[in-house]
């Protein structure tokens, strides 16, 4: 979608949820000058931000990240869902909290944004689709690979038959923070592998091993060809009760495709950050396949290798732009142009990751921990909203 010189761009405005480092990243995408990525058609403007814990601290967040002295400060979720001047809200905080406070934003009828991954449980993930869905809201996970011109390139390539009938997808994120004597670089309250905030490899990590699967062996079918897959999952616990490691085989039966997902907290997917290991992500066809250089989240390279290609690579980069100075261009700002097209549009739901994809990856993650018998408390497994909720509120 584009524009004529004449015409006025698209204009969303934001409310930000939380003022951590992933909160501070999107912002700071979000306020670049949408031409810097070649966008004619959408712009953001910030209206607020909100802390839990104090008005203080979002005013410091709004501080950091420049943002224009309009922009408001609220030290409570509910201020922030209130505001009338919001169109759409991005969730930021862990994903312990993400089913109670998108609840929150859209119980006050605020189209929502919301990080990966969604939610803890599948059965959260439904009551969210399904609340969105009854206020004809517009509700979207925030995978933000999925918007990276990239990611549209190789799910092209794979739906035009380059490299021939796709039957295979391995993924791997995992990074090295092994310190020996069966001990993480986390302190156990760390988000990572803290239980309180759902932490484990596989919630944070490897949704991005699944998004790749997902991307290559269930998007790119026909609506009416999609299937759950069967899962086996091997999970190995931290001492904390979080995953450390997750590897899960994914088969789709109509389809004769595997995938094959993999996470770790001790082990490095880049050995020495340079991809001389190899690639993270490989697409494997009956006539070729394609090489995704990691990391998984934030790629940056793509290659192809075909059966008739006499042994050469086809060797693509997909560079971000990026002003080191100002610190942005990570790359959140194509999730947000997605969500602004889509509330152009009137559309409830992307189409590069529509509800009932949320849902599948959900729903794979469930199955997966729950043979690795990881178990989270209730204050973040229920899928019973409560405003008050001290996942809303803050207080303890």
Known sequence: ??????????????????????????????????????????????????????????????????????????????????????????????????FQNAMLALDAGKNVLCEKSLTVTAAQTHKLVATARAKNLFFMEAVWTRYFPLSIQVRKLIQDGAIGTVYRAIADLSLGNDIGDGNLSFADSHRMVNPDLAGGALLDLGIYSL?????????????????????????????????????????????????????SLRI??????????????????????????????????YRVVTKSGGGKVDVVDCPIPRDDARDWGHGMFWEADEAARCLHDGKRESASLPWSESIAIMEVMDEALKQGGVTYSDLITTDIYDPQSPLNTGKR
């Not at 060809?225 to 088969?251: C, F, M, N, W």
């Open 1 to 98: 979608m584009a524009s004529s010189s004449s015409t006025p761009l698209f204009t969303v405005r934001w409310g930000i949820m939380a003022t951590g480092w992933i909160a501070e990243t999107f912002t700071k995408d979000l306020l670049t000058n949408p031409a810097s990525r070649g966008v004619d058609d959408v712009r953001h403007e910030l209206i607020a931000a909100a802390s839990s814990s104090s008005k203080q601290t979002a005013d410091g967040f709004l501080a950091k990240v420049k943002a224009p002295s309009s922009a408001k400060a609220y030290g409570s979720y509910h201020e922030l869902v209130a505001d009338p001047d919001i169109d759409i809200v991005y969730v930021a905080t862990p994903h312990s909290h993400h």
């Open 268 to 301: 490095a997917t880049d050995v020495d950050g340079h991809n001389t290991a190899g690639p993270a992500i490989r697409i494997q066809g009956s006539a070729g396949e394609i090489q995704v250089m990691g990391p998984a989240y934030r790629p940056l390279q």
């Open 211 to 263: 998004t790749w699967v997902f991307q290559a062996l269930y998007h790119v079918q026909p609506e009416e060809e999609k299937e759950a897959p069967d899962v086996l999952a091997a999970v190995t616990k931290y001492h904390t009760g979080a995953d450390e490691s997750t590897s899960i085989i994914l088969q789709f039966p109509k389809h004769k495709t595997t995938g094959i997902a993999l996470t």
